[in-house]
């Protein structure tokens, strides 16, 4: 085999709480995420030279070493020595510093695509432990479904699944420092409500979509949405057309809003596309990894 084509897929936060700040500076979250069926498309190809050479279909995104691929690429060929080079071609369909772990997904893709092409036979955790050196998301992008996820990120128990819906993704035309939000979260405001992360566990345990949305949240709207009123009215809006509910995904600006109507989930995609609220919007549903 000298390619393979590989999905990296996105996520969303259907609970973000923040429970501490750490001494090493990092914060211990406690977040339930889920997989999208929405996805970026990598083609590794191996190739005679001994050097990487990675290209994507946006001219914007950077192709040396501050990209994730080429981190976990290096990586990977610590654990496992390659002897050919490598021609990596990234095809972007999930947004960009959008809050859905576009740049950790397609990480996590390379590490498995490589795992496959070179046959090294690698476990997950084994990869999952390579992965985490690159960021906190990078090994539950490998691990995909349902999760809670706790520590900084990295400690990850298998949930449930979702129950079936259609989620309204709207990414509004603002820029977001992940580091600036979590700089500027006060955790102990007399105003802050932690979500209830247990109960959400317990509806997916009941495979209730209803008690499951009527429970979402995520602490790090009392920053973003503060600086950036459209989220709060993108919320609004998705959830005047349909949506059980709708919430920010991880440090934004991504808004998402979850349906179980379809005609409804329709209609507000149509609304949205037409609308100034945002120029990416996408209508997907929660995808599970075969088992």
Known sequence: MNSITIKAYAKINLGLDVIRKRPDGYHDVSMIMQTLNLYDTLRIKKTK???????????????????????AVELFHEKCPIESGLNI?????????????????????????LNNLFNTGLSLNELMAIGVKLGADVPYCLLM??????GIGEILKPLPHMPDCYILLVK?????????VYENLRLDGNNISHPDILTMISALEEGSLDKL???????LETVTAKEYPI??????????????TSLMSCSGPTVFGIFNDKEKAESAYSYFKSSRYGKQIFLTKPYFPKE
């Open 89 to 113: 071609h990234i095809n972007k369909s999930i947004p960009v510093a959008a809050g859905l772990a576009g740049g950790s997904a397609d990480a996590a893709a390379t590490l498995k695509g």
């Open 172 to 180: 509004p035309s603002v820029s977001i420092s992940t580091k600036y």
């Open 213 to 219: 949305s009527s429970h979402m949240d995520n602490i």
């Open 231 to 244: 989220i709060e009215k993108i919320k609004e809006i998705m959830k005047d057309r349909g949506a059980l």
């Open 145 to 150: 479904g349902t999760a809670l996820s706790e």
């Open 49 to 71: 030279s001994k050097s990487l050479t990675l290209r994507s279909n946006l001219h914007f995104l950077p192709t040396d070493r501050r990209n994730l691929v080429y981190k």
